[in-house]
């Protein structure tokens, strides 16, 4: 069983950053691919970036591509969402995902792939 927290959302302004972490349980955090989805009100859950645990590849929507950093330190059990140049239509709320342990199915896009969901927060950005 793995438990994810995330934290570090808040209230911006447009154009600003923030860093969302996400502090996982479990001994085997290596070994999980992570992700961060989002909801913004009255839309469905979209896919906002992905980390591989088995080469360290990478993956992010095209909306945030440029502007989105996902990183992970393993030695803190713990995933990182760098946000920069935010804009009003970033505002929702951000879900770190968990896929594992091991090798999983579909694309890193899909929420599926993940069995392990934190509870979200709330990031706004102001225009």
């Known amino acids: 069983q793995v438990q994810l927290v995330e934290s570090g959302g808040g209230l911006v302004q447009a154009g600003g950053s923030l860093r969302l972490s996400c502090a996982a349980s479990?001994?085997?955090?290596?070994?999980?691919?992570m992700g961060w989805f989002r909801q913004a009100p009255g839309k469905e859950r979209e896919f906002v970036a992905a980390?591989?645990?088995?080469?360290?590849?990478?993956y992010y929507a095209d909306s945030v591509r440029g502007r989105f950093t996902i990183f992970r330190d393993n030695a803190k059990n713990t995933v990182f969402l760098q946000m920069n140049a935010l804009k009003p239509d970033d505002t929702a709320v951000y879900y770190c995902?968990?896929?594992?342990?091991?090798?999983?199915?579909?694309?890193?896009?899909?929420?599926?792939?993940?069995?392990?969901w934190g509870q979200g927060t709330q990031v706004t950005v102001s225009s």
């Open positions: 995902a968990a896929g594992g342990p091991g090798p999983r199915r579909g694309p890193y896009s899909y929420p599926s792939r993940y069995n392990y």
């Open positions: 980390d591989s645990w088995s080469d360290g590849s990478t």
């Open positions: 479990g001994r085997t955090f290596s070994s999980y691919d």
